[in-house]
């Protein structure tokens, strides 16, 4: 096993490693999972849904022995090779950060879970997402697909099964043998969630998951009542009949639950069956985190966190509606850009040219008086703190660094969540000063125009 952290800046790793990890070095991650490697998953799923193209981005790049990572968080392995990428904001091998971040945007509470976070297996973070994938699964409906049914009554509104029929109904007492192509709710998909909710609910650690909210509850009873043919020696069976890649026009959110479904049964396979050359294990887009779990405080403030996928909440480079744009957040006279790489403490001169450009024009677009980035930050001595960059020249607007810190000497994990919450609530303070100073600033303008 082998250990480093996201944005490493480079590592030296031991030869021994090389011919594995050549394999799947400098290669992008939308071609390691059109390689067919199932047992490979990425968040978020759709690797095109955010602006910094997760599907272009390697796990790592390898040079030599130089082992160099980016935003991507997780572990991976293949052949005799593992790798567990932590955030680089981890201490002690408690990835508090990681666990604070999948814990917010999942929606799921890690105190109420008798799980330990130094737990080598990053795969149990598939129990917990799993309620969030069930809950989207449902909001579509229950899944369903036709079947044939055979059936022996009076009641013929099917094709008829003359030898069935001869078998069972002869002397005929009025019955007929017919057989019809009809949805069924109790399916292969539907067995696989009813397997998978099984064993979560065996499972010594994960079991309070299931019992989070009232909504998770419902979905899990809505799949008991339409699998009634569930019988726990049928599971390797089931598991069988869903190797085959799930693909439909309209229960498409039930894609990512089959896939969670797949990995959480098939653990152990995972663990001791490892195929030659085949790639496993779970990664997470760091920038997507972050991203996601900023907007669990930002929209509190009034920001629109545009969403690519369903296009909504987009803004427009022209009048006639065309040239469509997505931010990260916005609102008027507020643009936000959310980056997880190292941007803490960087001057205007050594940030990305694209990063700076994208920004100002945002800015110009919305006639925004105020936009940056906002980052995370390993300096304890300020929790949440604004770094001018300047103010630009034509039209005017102030470009800024937000930096939220992570604390680095926690006590325990409750501790680091405690701390996480103040520090937001300053963050949150300071850009509201902000904003409120730039109103001030334009009013004022407004009256001298006047």
């Given amino acids: 096993m082998l250990r480093t952290t996201d944005n490493n800046c480079g590592k030296e790793i031991e030869k021994d490693f090389l011919p594995d990890l050549n394999l799947i070095a400098n290669k992008k991650i939308s071609d390691l999972i059109l390689e067919d490697n199932p047992n490979l998953l990425v968040f978020p799923n759709d690797l095109n849904q955010t602006s910094d193209k997760i599907s272009e981005e390697y ?58 976070i130094n737990n080598e297996s990053i795969f149990d973070f598939l129990l917990y997402m799993f309620p969030f994938y069930l809950k989207k699964a449902l909001r579509q409906g229950l899944y369903k697909e036709y079947h044939k049914q055979n059936y022996n009554d009076s ?20 019955n007929i043998a017919y057989r019809v192509r009809e949805h069924s709710f109790d399916n292969k998909i539907t067995q696989l969630i009813r397997h998978t909710i099984e064993f979560i609910q065996q499972h010594e650690h994960a079991q309070g998951v299931l019992n989070l909210d009232s909504e998770t ?23 069988n009949k869903n190797l085959k890649p799930f693909s439909h026009p309209y229960f498409f959110e039930y894609k990512a639950l089959k896939k969670i479904c797949m990995q959480i049964l098939r653990y152990e396979g995972l663990k001791y069956g490892k195929e030659k050359d085949k790639v496993y294990g779970l990664l997470f887009d760091g920038a997507w985190l972050w991203e996601e779990y900023l907007n669990t405080f930002l929209n509190k403030c009034g920001f629109n966190h545009p969403q690519n996928k369903s296009s909504k909440g987009a803004i427009y480079l022209f009048t006639n509606l065309i040239g469509k744009r997505f931010p990260d957040f916005w609102k008027e006279n507020f643009i936000l850009d959310a980056k997880y790489k190292r941007l803490a403490g960087k001057k205007a001169e050594n940030i990305d040219r694209n990063d700076m450009n994208q920004i100002i024009s945002y800015m110009y677009v919305k006639m925004a008086q105020i936009g940056g980035f906002i980052c995370p930050s390993d300096n304890d001595e300020f929790r949440a703190e604004e770094t001018n960059i300047g103010q630009l020249n034509g039209y005017g607007g102030e470009v800024n660094i937000w930096t939220l810190s992570i604390p680095q000497q926690p006590e325990n994990f409750s501790d680091f969540c405690t701390r996480m919450k103040e520090n ?7 850009i509201e000063r902000q904003e409120d100073k730039a109103l001030a600033t334009t009013s004022g303008h407004k009256t001298l125009r006047g």
């Fill in 59 to 116: 796990i790592f790049s390898l040079h030599g022995s130089i082992l160099t990572t980016g935003n991507i968080m997780g572990f991976v392995g293949i052949n005799n090779s593992e790798i567990t990428i932590h955030s680089r904001f981890s201490k002690n091998n408690n990835d508090y950060f990681l666990h604070y971040m999948l814990q917010k945007v999942f929606s799921i509470n890690l105190f109420d879970l008798k799980h330990g």
């Fill in 424 to 430: 937001e609530k300053l963050m949150i303070d300071i």
């Fill in 155 to 174: 009641n013929v509104r099917g094709t008829i099964d003359i030898n069935r029929h001869l078998r069972q109904n002869i002397p005929f007492i009025g």
């Fill in 217 to 239: 509850q419902s979905c899990v009873n809505q799949i008991f009542q339409v699998t009634p043919s569930y019988e726990y020696g049928q599971r390797i069976s089931i598991i």
